[in-house]
């Protein structure tokens, strides 16, 4: 069966710091990736997706990066963090051409 | 731009009664829907879907209704639990050019359960 697995769960960095979250998947192959932030009580914004290694499609202009180095890999990286960059991130994966997320348990950053 | 909203952003319902989850969608070129369940501090999980050329479906619980005339979208819950409580979350696959396409979702409404 398949899994997800995000890291870590919780987290908290100073302004100014750099950030790595990692996401990776078991069970499949070549599945489409994604990021998406949540802010508290609010809905979920996707911030880049991928379809294939080091293929990556940004949605929203931010201080944000990801990359796929691994085809079962996905990173999501910041050089300098800032106080907006706080929120619940989650990781997710798709078969292709199908449209059923499938969550990671989501990562709690706090910029302080 | 095209975008997936809810009509309550709160619910509030006693144990054992019925919920019903409102959401509205603009894209008419959608042809997949998602319900998700997100508890407080987790990933949100897949409840149940329905594709465009249905009306209704129904799981274990929950039944999904889909409205295409006026581009509505209900999740109804019966004989709803306290552990139902949850933030629900609808969600449209809009295209984005040729195969591509991604999932938007709504803004969530909290569904509380009061024993």
């Known amino acids: 069966s398949q899994t997800i697995h995000q890291w870590p769960a919780t987290l908290v960095q100073p302004v100014g710091s750099p950030l790595s979250l990692e996401c990776t998947v078991e069970?499949?192959?070549?599945?489409?990736l994604y990021w998406y932030r949540q802010a508290a009580g609010r809905g979920l914004q996707l911030l880049f997706y991928?379809?294939?290694?080091?293929?990556i499609s940004s949605e929203v202009p931010q201080n944000l990066s990801a990359s796929r180095p691994q085809d079962r890999q996905f990173i999501l990286s910041s050089k300098k963090l800032l106080l907006s960059d706080s929120g619940f991130y989650l990781c997710?994966?798709?078969?292709?051409?199908?449209?059923?997320?499938?969550f990671g348990s989501g990562t709690q950053l706090s910029v302080l | 731009g095209e975008s997936v909203g809810l009509h309550l952003p709160t619910l509030s319902v006693q144990e054992g009664d019925n919920s019903i989850i409102n959401c509205a969608y603009s894209?008419?070129?959608?042809?997949?829907f998602i319900w998700y369940k997100q508890e407080s501090g987790k990933g949100p999980q897949f409840i149940i879907d329905?594709?465009?050329?249905?009306d209704k479906r129904q799981g274990q619980r929950v039944t999904v209704l889909l409205n295409k005339t006026v581009k509505h979208l209900s999740l109804q819950i019966a004989a709803t639990q306290p552990g139902d409580s949850a933030v629900y979350f609808c969600?449209?696959?809009?295209?984005?050019?040729?195969?591509?396409?991604?999932?938007?979702f709504g803004k969530g409404t909290l569904l509380t359960v009061n024993p």
């Open positions: 997710a994966w798709s078969v292709p051409r199908e449209g059923k997320l499938f």
């Open positions: 069970g499949t192959s070549n599945p489409n």
């Open positions: 991928s379809v294939g290694i080091g293929q």
């Open positions: 894209n008419s070129a959608s042809d997949y």
């Open positions: 329905i594709r465009s050329n249905m």
């Open positions: 969600a449209e696959k809009t295209y984005s050019g040729g195969s591509n396409y991604k999932l938007t």
